[in-house]
């Protein structure tokens, strides 16, 4: 018995070093990750400064923060150390700070964001936070009023078998009421795209602005099948 116990001790600490080997290989992918994306950021920031064609610029911009809302995501990864969720919270919270920071200077950016610390994996993050990066891109594009600061809600409610993202600016909203799939570009081309690998669905509006619900379940859960074709909205 005794031999024994000394056998499972050994085990057990060959056990412990391989689980913090693989902590730390996974925090080092994660760093290496970021400082690629971080890379690609600087050499589009550094092209800018040759181009003089405004939407030039603003495509380049626009590649720039897409690029930027999945480096956002291995940065926090690295920097909880063996953690594979990220608090929703937090990332939307950083990814504001990021929109302010390259908001015109003269423009005021106010945010409401009001959410649960819910913890969500790489493979619903990823989508989610490229689909966010363009609710807000558009906002700063399209909802900005000069002098008048621009008033951002977003809010995360469960619903049914998964999430309802619930956002809304207060610019003048969409032109024929609501955001057509085909209609918007790239970036509404992404909107959908990222929402459909979430099985998720997106229902827009006009309210005192631009309204988006996006429904989205996360990646590896199991889902009901009475709610797997007809998600559930709640205000």
């Known amino acids: 018995m005794q031999q024994q116990a000394v056998l ?13 080997q ?7 992918i994660h760093h290496r990750v970021k400082n690629n994306l971080q890379v690609i ?23 720039s923060n897409r690029i930027y809302s999945m480096a956002a995501v291995h940065e926090i990864l690295y920097c909880k150390e063996g953690v594979e969720t990220i608090s929703l919270l937090e990332y939307t919270q950083t990814l504001c700070r990021h929109f302010r920071q390259i908001a015109p200077p003269d423009q ?16 619903t993050l990823m989508p989610l936070g ?23 809600e977003i809010s995360l409610k469960r619903c ?5 993202l619930f956002y809304r600016d207060n610019g003048p909203g969409f032109a024929l009421g609501e955001l057509g799939e085909r209609e918007g ?6 909107l959908h795209s990222m929402c459909r690998q979430l099985s998720g669905q997106i229902k827009t509006h006009n309210d005192k602005g631009a309204v988006y ?19 559930a909205y709640r205000n």
Request: aromatic content about 4%; overall charge negative.
């Open 130 to 152: 490229i689909m966010m990066n363009e609710l807000l891109t558009n906002s700063l594009k399209y909802a900005a009023i000069p002098g008048l600061p621009l008033e951002i």
């Open 108 to 123: 005021e950016i106010i945010f409401d964001v009001d959410m649960e610390t819910e913890e969500l994996g790489l493979e």
């Open 160 to 164: 049914a078998d998964g999430f309802c």
């Open 8 to 20: 499972i001790s050994q085990a057990n600490h060959d056990l412990s070093q391989s689980l913090e």
């Open 185 to 190: 570009g790239l970036g509404s081309h992404l």
């Open 22 to 28: 693989q902590i730390m290989l996974q925090g080092e």
């Open 213 to 231: 619900r996006i429904f989205f379940r996360q990646k590896g859960h199991r889902t009901h099948a009475s709610s797997a074709s007809e998600p």
């Open 41 to 63: 950021i600087s050499l589009l920031d550094l092209q800018q400064d040759d181009i003089h064609d405004p939407k030039a610029l603003q495509s380049l911009q626009s590649m």
